[in-house]
């Protein structure tokens, strides 16, 4: 029996004045509770009790341990159990990371539909672009593009998939020759996302066969609204998140190219991270089932 478990049993002699009542109590053996409370003795070098074949009554090192004693089992239960309420009730702080550009759009009534209905979730919301790792990090979730996740441990459900579009300025489009074809691409500029976030290079479906079309570049950035901005200047073409540059396509700003090609990998994903399945807190698995449910995405989570 171990140290806590002794103590435990110690509370119980004392409370009911009695080894035999104690080990009904605790559904022990006398003999059990006779060594648990001879191994603590010899722990304390002390006595504990005085034993007689009609009553059991404590020593006076026994009175000063029991009021000691109590005190800590009872801080010991009382977090016990705070710790399965919160397994049961979503609570505490959730920490969040987030990528900036593909979610600042959905995540404020995300996140305050969940506040809603989970008022004892305080939220910490990180939005960054760089690659994270939740557990040295300190994240519970997040709602990330795949090359920001450096762990292959991490268990990761599809959210959406954002389509890409390639777009450029009529500015630009003026000062040189429209591309048509996707081999046109060769001779112009672009501004494109970091190398390090994603290749440059673009590939379409041409009849049968896939070409590749590397990107001619002089500016790049790991965020693609900051993108879509230098294409409005002048800058190049841009391929973008549709999302980012609908308002801009609408009113005639930006225009999109080579409609009629389809692009290899021509969408981007989002996808929910987590660190394990196993003993998920509640608010974990509430917030998990909230963002699969608002994303409209039942995916099996999988690795990586």
Same mark, same amino acid.
């Given at each position: 029996?171990?140290?806590?478990?002794?103590?435990?049993?110690? +509370?119980?002699?004392?409370?009911? +004045?009695? %080894?035999?009542?104690?080990?009904?109590?605790?559904?022990?053996?006398?003999?059990?509770?006779?060594?648990?409370?001879?191994s603590l003795e010899q722990?304390?070098?002390?006595?504990?009790? /005085?034993?007689?074949?009609? @009553?059991?009554?404590?020593?006076?090192?026994?009175?000063?341990?029991?009021?000691?004693?109590?005190?800590?089992?009872?801080?010991?239960?009382?977090?016990?159990?705070?710790?399965?309420? @919160?397994?049961?009730?979503?609570?505490?702080?959730?920490?969040?990371?987030?990528?900036?550009?593909?979610?600042?759009? +959905?995540?404020?009534?995300?996140?305050?539909?969940?506040?809603?209905?989970?008022?004892?979730?305080?939220?910490?919301?990180?939005?960054?672009?760089?690659?994270?790792?939740?557990?040295?990090?300190?994240?519970?979730?997040?709602?990330?593009?795949?090359?920001?996740?450096?762990?292959?441990?991490?268990?990761?459900?599809?959210?959406?998939?954002?389509?890409?579009?390639?777009?450029?300025?009529? @500015?630009?489009?003026?000062?040189?020759?429209?591309?048509?074809?996707? @081999?046109?691409?060769?001779?112009?500029?672009?501004?494109?996302?970091?190398?390090?976030?994603?290749?440059?290079?673009?590939?379409?479906?041409?009849?049968?066969?896939?070409?590749?079309?590397?990107?001619?570049?002089?500016?790049?950035?790991?965020?693609?609204?900051?993108?879509?901005?230098?294409?409005?200047?002048?800058?190049?073409?841009?391929?973008?998140?549709?999302?980012?540059?609908?308002?801009?396509?609408?009113?005639?700003?930006?225009? +999109?190219?080579?409609?009629? %090609?389809?692009?290899?990998?021509?969408?981007?994903?989002?996808?929910?991270?987590?660190?394990?399945?196993?003993?998920?807190?509640?608010?974990?698995?509430?917030?998990?089932? /909230?963002?699969?449910?608002?994303?409209?995405?039942?995916?099996?989570?999988?690795p990586g």
């Amino acid at each position: 029996m171990d140290y806590l478990e002794s103590l435990k049993v110690f +509370r119980c002699v004392v409370e009911a +004045r009695s %080894f035999s009542r104690a080990a009904d109590m605790l559904g022990l053996t006398p003999p059990v509770v006779s060594r648990a409370i001879g191994s603590l003795e010899q722990r304390l070098s002390s006595r504990l009790f /005085h034993r007689t074949t009609r @009553q059991v009554s404590l020593t006076e090192a026994a009175e000063r341990f029991y009021e000691g004693c109590s005190r800590i089992l009872d801080d010991l239960e009382l977090l016990e159990e705070h710790a399965l309420a @919160q397994a049961r009730e979503p609570s505490g702080v959730l920490r969040l990371v987030a990528h900036t550009t593909a979610t600042v759009n +959905r995540l404020v009534p995300l996140i305050s539909a969940f506040k809603r209905r989970y008022s004892k979730v305080s939220l910490d919301v990180t939005l960054t672009e760089r690659p994270v790792d939740l557990v040295a990090d300190g994240y519970d979730l997040g709602i990330v593009l795949p090359y920001m996740l450096t762990s292959d441990t991490t268990v990761t459900r599809l959210l959406d998939r954002i389509p890409l579009v390639v777009v450029s300025s009529p @500015q630009y489009l003026a000062s040189t020759t429209p591309p048509t074809v996707p @081999q046109d691409l060769l001779e112009h500029s672009f501004v494109t996302m970091s190398p390090s976030i994603r290749k440059p290079s673009l590939s379409f479906v041409v009849g049968d066969e896939q070409l590749n079309i590397p990107m001619k570049f002089d500016m790049s950035s790991n965020n693609a609204e900051f993108n879509r901005e230098l294409v409005l200047e002048g800058f190049g073409i841009g391929v973008v998140p549709a999302a980012v540059v609908e308002a801009e396509l609408t009113s005639g700003r930006l225009i +999109r190219l080579l409609e009629d %090609f389809q692009l290899v990998e021509g969408a981007i994903e989002i996808r929910l991270a987590y660190n394990t399945r196993a003993l998920m807190p509640a608010k974990v698995k509430a917030f998990i089932d /909230h963002v699969a449910s608002s994303y409209g995405n039942g995916g099996t989570p999988k690795p990586g």
